[in-house]
């Protein structure tokens, strides 16, 4: 019953949004020669707030925080720092005594699922940090899992086979991705191994994992069918209590068949494991 009410909170969740919506949330980190330092991000939808915890001008611990939206692309977010005085420590908390000061501004750029730009400015000074999720413990993704994914194939520059010279130009081809599907994956150290269905096509893939975060990332080659035949994998994995949730972009930069010179596969599922 609980795997039932788990998954059922995944789809609704997963309709919900975009299909290629990713998730920020979690430690971010200049790696060890920042080690110190970070910036702590929470993302609820298309709302990110962050925390930067750094030192002031006397060398003492200051914690700096913002919020906004995140812009249509979904990889920007601007907005006001404020740094906070409030009740004593070990003293009864007095909500009324908590002030936040409006100090600057700070701007995170995600290049991607697993680095991004912090960019800030605090009275008067200015700065950039360059960050990755901050991985201190294992992510456990082997096993069978069974949910729903939501995406797309979409290939560009279809070219139909006719009289040479000349082949006849088709329009691009946009194919949505929705409904059942089971994933089933194989952990041998850094290799990664993973057999995946969605209706009655199958695409298996292999690659190299890697911890990002909280997250999981694998990139390697994945065996589809047409359009997508052989292509490149990229892959990340998050795993959240029962549920593994995952971000997919297979592509192949020249198709086969009909001459299309390149299909991209994106996706976003919601699953839990099979027993």
């Avoid at 039932?4 to 789809?11: H, K």
């Avoid at 913002?66 to 009740?87: C, E, H, I, K, Q």
């Avoid at 998050?238 to 009909?258: E, F, H, N, P, Y």
Wanted: charged residues 10%; hydrophobic residues 40%.
């Amino acid at each position: 019953m609980r795997v039932r009410i788990v998954f059922a909170a995944l789809v609704a969740l997963l309709i919900a949004m975009p299909a290629r919506a990713s998730n920020y949330t979690d430690w971010w980190w200049g790696g060890s020669a920042q080690t110190g330092q970070g910036v702590n991000v929470g993302q609820h939808g298309g709302m990110i707030f962050a925390s930067w915890f750094t030192y002031d001008e006397s060398g003492n611990g200051m914690w700096l925080v913002f919020s906004g939206p995140l812009d249509a692309a979904g990889r920007v977010v601007t907005g006001t720092l404020y740094r906070t005085t409030g009740p004593a420590l070990g003293s009864s908390f007095d909500p009324a005594k908590v002030v936040a000061t409006s100090v600057g501004t700070g701007t995170l750029i995600f290049a991607d699922m697993h680095h991004a730009t912090f960019n800030w400015s605090v009275d008067g000074k200015s700065g950039t940090l360059a960050l990755v999720r901050q991985s201190y413990g294992a992510t456990a993704i082997a096993g069978r899992y069974e949910g729903t994914t939501d995406g797309e194939v979409f290939c560009s520059d279809m070219m139909e086979p006719g009289p040479m010279p000349m082949p006849m130009s088709m329009p691009p081809t946009d194919m949505a991705i929705h409904g059942p599907m089971t994933l089933s994956i194989s952990v041998a150290g850094t290799e990664v191994n993973g057999v995946a269905t969605v209706g009655g096509a199958t695409c298996s893939w292999t690659g190299t994992a890697t911890q990002s975060g909280q997250t999981v990332r694998i990139l390697g080659t994945a065996t589809c069918a047409s359009p997508l035949e052989t292509a490149a994998l990229d892959l990340t994995l998050l795993a959240l209590d029962r549920a593994l949730v995952g971000w997919q972009k297979i592509s192949t930069a020249m198709g086969m068949g009909m001459g299309m010179s390149g299909c991209t596969r994106t996706e976003q599922f919601a699953l839990v494991p099979t027993y």
